[in-house]
DNA sequence: AAACAACTGCAATTGGTTTGCAATTGAGCG
DNA sequence: CGCTCAATTGCAAACCAATTGCAGTTGTTT
């Protein structure tokens, strides 16, 4: 059954069930994937792996195991890249049975991000798709503007 | 690659009226910036700025002056930055009194570029802000696909 | 033609990301 | 439980787009 979108930042899954998932393809369960994933799990937004890395616990894990493992989740399904154009990647669990696809609205001044679960462009993107004879067409969307609390 | 003419790449702006938005903003018109401009108003679709190194008659400009004339010009409003999420920025002209504001469908696999003229955001845009309190929202939308000649 | 600020080339630097390699470690197996 | 081997890791070096300091050059103004 499908997830519905907008449970996407309530629903935490257990570290359990990630790491069950890295078994199931045969991956080590290993110490620094614990921690990225733990680090995940816990954070509802987009992170670089620059964060990622500041957030754990001293020593758990090197940067550039983290930058491995991002790859290694990515091509699992198991986590989403975004880029916010900052010349940093940044990285979202993603729920099981969700393929993770949805968009952002960035603060340009605070960097404070809004979850956008809704994605308005799936007709609009066959409609693109078919006009041009693409075939596996996606998108990559974000919004940028000022919050609130950064107005005054 | 090979891909269909469109509205923009038609209004090909002269040379003159270019270097006259930099005369009229009081830059100096430099051997290396009409270089510059001279490729760019020959491509239809977005460079990377070594791409524009690599066309460029060899010695005329440096690359670090290429970065320093795009940021110029992008800040003029002459040229619209975009990202391809392959790391590297690049780079359209503007035509004069267009905010430059378009989207493209890039092949995966050949890197050919569609220009797609139409926004279909503007609305949804302005509803985003509207909800979460937002101000001065943009957005940036790119789609990616497998092209015709790259599905055989 | 002189004068000055803008501009350029060059080299060094930054910041994100990748990679080679030797050492370590998780998972299956006896 | 310990053994074995491939997967994984840490570290340092390398890579690449982009930026910057500085000294020399050039466009524009007077």
Redesign the interface.
Known sequence: MKVPAHARAHKRQELSVLTGRLRGQSRKITGPRQAILEVLRRHPHPMTNREIFAVMPKGRCDLATIYRAMHLLEEMGMVKRF?F?D?AARFELVGEGDDGHHHH?I?TRCAGV?E?DEC??RE??SR??AR?????????????????AC?R
């Open positions: 880029d154009g010349g609205l603060c809004v956008i308005f462009l609009i993107e693109i798709a041009n004879g693409f075939k596996a067409v996606t998108h990559k969307l974000e919004f940028f503007g000022i919050c609130p107005q």
